[in-house]
Nanobody
Framework: QLQLVESGGGLVQAGGSLKLSCAAS????????MAWFRQGPGKEREFVAR????????RYSDSVKGRFTIFTDNVKNTAYLQMNNLKRDDTAAYYC????????????????????WGQGTQVTVSS
C-alpha cells in the first residue's frame, strides 16, 4: 500500500518561497496521479495542484496559478510543490494525495478521487 510523507513546511515571510516534498513508499509514483491539497484555519480542504502521469499534465487552482509548481522525481519517488511569492492566504496545512489512476482524466480537483494521503505539513506565511 502506498504511503506518503510530507515535509518542508515552516514559517516564511510573505513574498518568500518554500518547497514541499512528498516522499512515497510501497509503490511507484510514476503510476499515480499526484496532487496537493490544503486546509487553512477555519476553512474546508481545497485543491491546490495536480499532475497526471500519462500524459504529464499539470493543473492548478486559480489562487496559486503562476506561483506554485507541482512536479515529481521518479528516481527519488517523490512529488514536490514549489511555492513562490507566498501570501498570508497560503497559510494552511498542506497534504499530498495520490490516485492510482494515472491517465489524463485521473485525480481531478476533488479529494474524494484520491485514495492515499499523507499526514500533512504546516505552512505559515507571516506579513
Amino acid at each position: 500500500q502506498l504511503q506518503l510523507v510530507e515535509s518542508g513546511g515552516g514559517l516564511v515571510q510573505a513574498g518568500g518561497s518554500l518547497k514541499l516534498s512528498c516522499a512515497a513508499s510501497g509503490g511507484t509514483i510514476s503510476t499515480y496521479a499526484m496532487a496537493w491539497f490544503r486546509q487553512g484555519p477555519g476553512k474546508e480542504r481545497e485543491f491546490v495542484a495536480r499532475i497526471t502521469r500519462t500524459p504529464i499534465i499539470e493543473r492548478y487552482s486559480d489562487s496559486v496559478k503562476g506561483r506554485f509548481t507541482i512536479f515529481t522525481d521518479n528516481v527519488k519517488n517523490t512529488a514536490y510543490l514549489q511555492m513562490n511569492n507566498l501570501k498570508r492566504d497560503d497559510t494552511a496545512a498542506y497534504y499530498c494525495a495520490a490516485d492510482s489512476c494515472s491517465g489524463l482524466g485521473c485525480g481531478g480537483i476533488s479529494g474524494k478521487n484520491y485514495e492515499y494521503w499523507g499526514q500533512g505539513t504546516q505552512v505559515t506565511v507571516s506579513s
